[in-house]
Each structure stands twice: as structure tokens, then as C-alpha cells.
């Protein structure tokens, strides 16, 4: 029987992972490559909508993380000042019938603990920590990747899974890198019980107002709450792209929003303030036997909640490709076929979502009922969101 090619994997998060599970359950030899001396991911929530969700049951995780995640009731969208209520869609019963999977909203840590033991139940040896990427080569029909150590690894094929800032996109598509948006978040997990009853429930809510927006939902079974206030801001300056704020800095940016915006700032017991990356979209995930997959190749505002969804997406595509295809550049070729429109399409829809949750209309309360009844409504939410919740990750042609 013919080898199967040995696969190198550059960063170890949700897409790294995602990868390397799906590769080794196609019998796939396996390395990957993380710069931190342990797994990590931010201390916040993230949302798995249903196509996220059964590219996880493909790789064997979506079990463990339903355990530990949390189905809110239902979405909800509410006016920055007065409050007021729209429905958006069903996340629970509803949700599981029309998709055969639910809405999750889940803390970042259990997901990646999730596709990480998908990875090490299978094989506990394929994870290589402080290992950063530094460079690779493309030589006789193999990849040879160096670390900043010095080491070098062989293999058949590298794939690039190594975030925003991406060393191998930086090495194939060379194009200009991230850049700021001029948008930033607020970031908080605050313990349920530090709220007040009337703002416990299981719902996901996401306020709109003129120059931000802000999201919460619960996690953990409702133990705790997930705080993601944006809010627009001409520049940036911290080089780490993240620091701790305060309280008053952020009562500050939500001036004028409801009173409940301001009960959840107070109720967090620490806020972080990140800097939005973004870059332009690329016309190519595959360079030879090097590929991109995740965050390296299609960055995204999180204003579709998608970005970790097609990363996902991506890795069991990329595995499938793998397995149907002997030659390692015809994989990828297919993986990029496969997988580019529909990323960017989500990138696109994304930045599109930027103007139905910061309107210059919804000042006024008049027009903002009209804005919402219109761009909110149950047509509107489903072309924005059918496409990418029906999408089936195991039968897409590759
Ligand atoms: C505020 C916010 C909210 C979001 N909400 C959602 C949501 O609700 N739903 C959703 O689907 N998505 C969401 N996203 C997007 C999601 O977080 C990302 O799309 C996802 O984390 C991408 O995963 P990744 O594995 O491609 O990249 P990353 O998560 O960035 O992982 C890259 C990994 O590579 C490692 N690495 C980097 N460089 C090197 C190197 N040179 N050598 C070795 N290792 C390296 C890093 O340490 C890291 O572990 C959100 C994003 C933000 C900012």
C-alpha cells in the first residue's frame, strides 16, 4: 500500500486542530506546529452555528462540546437606547429540526479543548509546543519547514493555520498585511449571578446602535455571560493589538445606550479591549504543496459569527481533498476550489454586516423602526444566514 503523505501544520488553534483530527482519522500522518508552550485560547465566548456544529460531529468533538456548551433560546436584536425587541431566529428546538444541528454558544477554551482531544485521543504525540514557524522550502517534491529554533521539519505537504498574521501567507501570497478597521471590541465574561434576575436569561442579544453594537449570550450552561461590546474608533496604537481597559473608559464609549449595556459593564469583573484585524480577500489557498486554511487566509470581522465556523469548514474539506486526490498539489488545487468562494463570500457578507449593525438611522427612533423592520426582517435574516447553515461539510462535492 502507497504512504500516505506526511502533513505539517503550522499553528495549533481551532483550525490547526480541526486539520490535523481530520487527517489523522483518514489515516494521514501528522505534524503540528504551535508557538505557545501550551494550547490557549481568550477567555470568551463563541458562537457555532449548525454548519460549524456538524463539521465538529464530522471530526468527532461535537459531543464534547455540547456538554459544555450552552443552546440559548433564541436571538434577539435590541435598539442601542430605548431597548426595544426584534426577534431574530431560533437557536434551540427549532434550529436542531431545520439543520440537524444547533446553535451553540460556547467559552473559546472548551472549544479548543473540543478539537484538540479529537486530535490527541487519536494521536497524543503529533503536537509540537514552542515550536514557531519561522520558514519553509519547497524542494523535490517535498516541504521543509524551520523553526526559530533552528529545527527542521519534512513533509509532504505544509498548511498554514497560523492565524491573522500568518508567517506562510506572508512566504506565498505575499500580499500586504493586516490592518486595522477602525473598529474595536470590548471583551468580559461576567458570572450570571452578577446580574440582575430580569438579564439572566438564555437568550443571545445583539444591541444596534449608530457607531457599535454590542453582543452577549450565556455559556457553560448559564454559568457564565459573554460581554462583546464594538464600538468604532478612529485608531489604534497598542502594538499587542490587545490591553486590559477600564470600566469608566468603557461606560465612556456607550455613552447615551441603555441602562443594561451599563449593568453588564459594571457586572465584569475585567474588559479586555481588542483591536479588529483585517485584510483583502486572496484569489489563491494553494501555492504548490503549501496551503492557507482559517484566519491565514480569510480573516474576517466576527459580524457573521463565522470565522472559526469556516475554519472548521475548512480543515474537514481540506482532509477530504487529501484523501480523494493521490497528488499532493492537485489536493490542495481541489481544496481551494472547494473552499474559496464561499469563504470570501462570508468575508464579503461580514463587512456587509457592518452597516445593518452600526446605522446612522437607528438615531432616530423612527427610522430605525423602519431600518430593522426592513434589513431585520425574517427574508433578510435568511438570505444573510441560510446559505452558511445549510452548507454540508461531508457530501460537498471536493
Ligand atoms: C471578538 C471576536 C469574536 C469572534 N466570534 C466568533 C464567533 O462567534 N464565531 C466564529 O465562528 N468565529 C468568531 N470569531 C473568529 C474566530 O475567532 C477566528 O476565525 C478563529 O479563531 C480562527 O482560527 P484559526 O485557527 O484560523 O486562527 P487562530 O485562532 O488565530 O490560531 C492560530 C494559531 O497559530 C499559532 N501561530 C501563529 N503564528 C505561528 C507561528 N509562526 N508558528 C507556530 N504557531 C503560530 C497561534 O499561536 C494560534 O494558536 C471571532 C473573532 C473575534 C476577534
Redesign the pocket.
Known amino acids: 500500500m502507497a504512504r500516505k503523505p506526511r502533513i505539517l501544520i503550522?499553528?495549533?488553534?481551532?483550525?490547526?486542530?480541526t486539520t490535523a483530527a481530520a487527517l489523522l482519522q483518514r489515516g494521514f500522518d501528522v505534524a503540528i506546529?504551535?508557538?505557545?508552550g501550551e494550547?490557549r485560547?481568550v477567555g470568551?465566548?463563541?458562537?457555532?452555528?449548525p454548519n460549524?456544529n456538524r463539521a465538529l460531529d464530522s471530526i468527532g468533538a461535537f459531543e464534547t462540546l455540547r456538554k459544555l456548551s450552552c443552546r440559548a433560546e433564541r436571538k434577539e436584536v435590541r435598539l442601542w437606547n430605548t431597548g426595544k425587541v426584534w426577534k431574530l431566529f431560533d437557536l434551540g428546538p427549532a434550529a436542531l429540526e431545520r439543520y440537524g444541528y444547533p446553535y451553540l454558544t460556547v467559552y473559546?477554551p472548551d472549544l479548543l479543548t473540543a478539537v484538540s482531544d479529537a486530535v490527541l485521543r487519536q494521536r497524543p504525540d503529533v503536537l509540537h509546543l514552542n515550536?514557531?514557524?519561522?520558514s519553509f522550502e519547497e524542494r523535490d517534491g517535498k516541504v521543509f519547514l524551520t523553526l526559530q529554533d533552528g529545527r527542521t521539519f519534512e513533509g509532504d505537504a505544509l498548511i498554514g493555520?497560523?492565524?491573522?498574521?500568518?508567517?506562510v501567507r506572508q512566504l506565498t501570497a505575499k500580499d500586504a498585511p493586516s490592518r486595522y478597521p477602525g473598529m474595536m471590541?470590548w471583551?468580559g465574561v461576567i458570572p450570571l449571578d452578577a446580574l440582575p434576575e430580569r438579564m439572566r436569561a438564555s437568550m443571545a442579544v445583539n444591541w444596534i446602535g449608530p457607531n457599535g453594537h454590542v453582543v452577549h449570550y450565556p455559556l457553560r450552561d448559564g454559568e457564565i455571560f459573554n460581554l462583546?461590546a464594538t464600538i468604532e474608533r478612529e485608531t489604534w496604537t497598542d502594538p499587542t493589538w490587545t490591553v486590559e481597559g477600564t470600566r469608566e473608559q468603557c461606560h465612556e464609549d456607550f455613552a447615551g445606550w441603555h441602562e443594561d449595556i451599563h449593568v453588564m459593564i459594571d457586572a465584569a469583573p475585567k474588559l479586555l479591549q481588542?483591536a479588529?484585524l483585517v485584510r483583502d480577500p486572496l484569489s489563491s489557498f494553494a501555492y504548490g504543496r503549501v496551503a492557507l486554511?482559517?484566519?491565514?487566509c480569510h480573516?474576517?470581522l466576527?459580524f457573521l459569527?463565522?470565522?472559526?465556523?469556516?475554519?472548521l469548514e475548512d480543515g474537514v474539506v481540506l482532509a477530504r481533498c487529501l484523501e480523494a486526490y493521490d497528488d499532493v498539489p492537485t489536493a490542495l488545487k481541489r481544496y481551494e476550489a472547494a473552499r474559496l468562494e464561499r469563504d470570501n463570500r462570508m468575508v464579503a457578507g461580514a463587512n456587509d454586516m457592518v452597516r445593518h449593525f452600526h446605522n446612522p438611522d437607528y438615531r432616530d427612533p423612527v427610522k430605525a423602526d423602519a431600518y430593522i423592520d426592513r434589513e431585520w426582517s425574517a427574508e433578510a435574516i435568511a438570505a444573510r444566514y441560510e446559505w452558511l447553515f445549510t452548507y454540508n461539510v461531508n457530501t460537498v462535492p471536493v
Open positions: 503550522a499553528g495549533g488553534g481551532i483550525g490547526g486542530m506546529f504551535e508557538q505557545a494550547l485560547e470568551a465566548g463563541i458562537q457555532i452555528s460549524g473559546r515550536a514557531r514557524c519561522a493555520c497560523d492565524g491573522v498574521n500568518s508567517m471590541i471583551r462583546a481588542w479588529y486554511l482559517g484566519d491565514a480573516p474576517t466576527p459569527a463565522q470565522g472559526a465556523v469556516m475554519a
